[in-house]
């Protein structure tokens, strides 16, 4: 996978029809999906469980693009593996799932993943300081973890400027994951932020007999950004 900041937009399958996951990422990609974005979570580090390594495996045929697994578990490193060889292109981890998030991150590369760090609201981005270069994308939570559907909390804008003034030039996608709308993309991507996870905001009215929905709803978080990208 070659870097660029190109705006993507990268639904969240959360949001999607479960008995249909396969139909749902191949709806939603030719629909102008960039990404497909794969919501772990375990019941324990937040209130939910979701998918595991064989929904992953199941879904990766019907997915062209990018599989983007954030993992909302604790312990992270003892799954890295099952996910990568689910077909994980992407495996993003929590930096307060555990007290090793640098051996977490060397763990992930070395499993020929990509590797991405997520910071919960209340965790300042400094968090992430030293371990920019083992990534190439911090996943900034903009709800608390564990649903979909949740609203945007608006303070984490100004951590979206921070992170991107820390990572300069070097090639990190700065990703935002909840509560993003037409409404609140302006303001993260004004403020950096060049990967935006949406789950109902895409999803809503549509289904894989009436994909079109899912076009619009892409269409017009893109709109919504034009002439805020940078």
């Known amino acids: 996978m070659s870097f660029d900041r190109d705006l993507k937009i990268a639904p969240s399958i959360l949001s999607a029809d479960f008995a249909n996951f396969g139909a749902e990422c191949e709806a939603v990609e030719a629909q102008g999906a960039d990404w497909i974005h794969v919501d772990v979570m375990d019941g324990h580090f937040v209130p939910n469980i979701t998918f595991g390594p064989t929904t992953c495996a199941a879904i990766r045929p019907h997915v062209k693009t990018v ?4 993992l909302m578990i604790a312990p992270v490193d003892p799954f890295i593996d099952a996910f990568a060889q689910a077909g994980a292109d992407r495996l993003t981890a929590h930096v307060e799932a555990g007290p090793h998030i640098h051996r977490t991150l060397q763990a992930i590369g070395g499993a ?23 990534v190439d994308l911090v996943c900034v939570m903009t709800v608390n973890p564990g649903f979909g559907g949740q609203k945007f909390i608006a303070s984490q804008i100004a951590k979206v400027r921070e992170l991107r ?18 409404t609140t993309a302006p303001g993260i991507v004004e403020a950096g932020a060049d990967v935006l996870v949406a789950g109902s905001a895409v999803f809503r009215g549509g289904s894989v007999t009436q994909p079109s929905a899912y076009g619009a709803n892409i269409k017009a978080i893109r709109e919504a950004v034009a002439g805020t990208y940078v």
Request: with cysteine; glycine share 14%; hydrophobic share 45%.
């Open 67 to 70: 599989m983007d697994v954030h």
């Open 112 to 134: 020929g993943c990509k590797a991405g760090v997520a910071l919960n609201p209340g965790t300042p981005a400094s968090a992430v300081a030293d371990v920019l270069d083992l």
């Open 165 to 182: 003034a820390m990572i300069g030039d070097r090639p990190i996608h700065i990703e935002i994951d909840g509560g993003v709308d037409p």
